[in-house]
């Protein structure tokens, strides 16, 4: 039985996520990668359904398979009744950090058995709220990340990073260090380091819990604005097509989320606001400018969005 404190806590959130969001008795994975968030979290997680423990080495450190061999067998004494280490390439496409994780994801997805359960703190949180917001990406970004992402499952969103370390503690578990947390050529590391222990100090603390409160209530009015978007775009949509004059008549945030979702739906890869805007000006604002470039996945063509006859349409360029 769990002692009070820190394991319990741990524990009560991800009890009452499974309640919510899984099906009883469903088999689910864990993304262990060893350090302390994710090893109080399989801790945990092994002690209420049949876990299997994903750790993913993305060989970006020396030592970094003896690393995940013992996170492995850390796995199997905490109960899990299977742990896989996962060998990744990580590309060099948007930065180490944005690779890593692509390369991360992708092999957890290519191997879990049933949800995943990751190890995001109310930390992380609040470190992603302060990103969206130093790069101007708008209420989507901002709003952080889902609790429940399937198959990606995020139960300890609303347990502070201290939490956890202390769960490790109680239960007398060794978590790895990633000098990767402590290294300031990393944004995010420097967020944590840094930024947000100053505004804690600077605004009386309470901070992290306020991003994340504010991470909440802009992923609900997101929420809200796909909903309203998806019905509207069978309502503007003729064919591949959209019709000017009934984009024109949506209220704003909602035709810019219905442009977004066509666009991404046509193959568009990489949109950025600016991208979302100028193609919304070709509704609101026309001149008979061109086309707008919204990027393609393959770097041999370009994807244009343009205005003709009264619709919006896309169409490919080859890159000269």
Not at 143 to 167: K, S
Not at 176 to 188: A, V
Not at 213 to 233: G, S, V, Y
Request: with cysteine.
């Amino acid at each position: 039985m769990d002692r009070p404190g820190a394991v319990a806590q741990l524990r009560a959130a991800v009890e009452t996520f499974a309640r919510t969001h899984l099906a009883a008795g469903e088999r689910w994975c864990v993304a262990l990668s060893g350090g302390a968030d994710s090893l109080a979290l399989t801790a945990v997680a092994a002690r209420l359904r049949p876990t299997t423990a994903l750790i993913v080495d993305h060989g970006l450190q020396p030592g970094s398979a003896e690393i995940a061999d013992t996170a492995r067998g850390q796995a199997i004494t905490l109960g899990c009744f299977a742990a896989q280490v996962l060998s990744v390439q990580v590309g060099a496409g948007g930065g180490p950090e944005a690779a890593a994780r692509a390369a991360r994801y992708a092999a957890l997805d290519a191997h879990r058995d049933g949800p995943v359960l990751l190890a995001h703190t109310l930390d992380d949180q609040a470190e992603t709220v302060l990103l969206g917001l130093g790069r101007g990406s708008g209420g989507r970004s901002m709003a952080g990340m889902r609790p429940y992402d399937p198959p990606w499952c995020r139960p300890l969103l609303g347990v502070r990073r201290a939490a956890t370390h202390a769960a490790c503690r109680e239960l007398g578990l060794t978590a790895w260090q990633d000098p990767h947390n402590r290294d300031r050529r990393f944004t995010r590391s420097r967020l944590r380091l840094e930024v947000l222990p100053l505004l804690e100090d600077v605004l009386g603390g309470g901070v992290a819990e306020a991003l994340a409160r504010t991470a909440t209530a802009l992923r609900e009015d997101t929420e809200l604005i796909d909903t309203l978007a998806e019905q509207a775009l069978q309502d503007v949509r003729e064919g591949a097509q959209l019709r000017v004059g009934a984009l024109a008549a949506l209220p704003d945030p909602v035709r810019r989320r219905v442009i977004r979702g066509w666009l991404l739906a046509g193959g568009a890869t990489g949109l950025t606001d600016k991208q979302i805007r100028g193609v919304d000006a070709l509704v609101t604002a026309w001149r008979g400018q061109g086309g707008v470039a919204v990027g393609s996945a393959l770097r041999s063509e370009r994807l244009i969005a343009g205005r003709r006859d009264g619709a919006l349409l896309l169409w490919r360029e080859p890159v000269r």
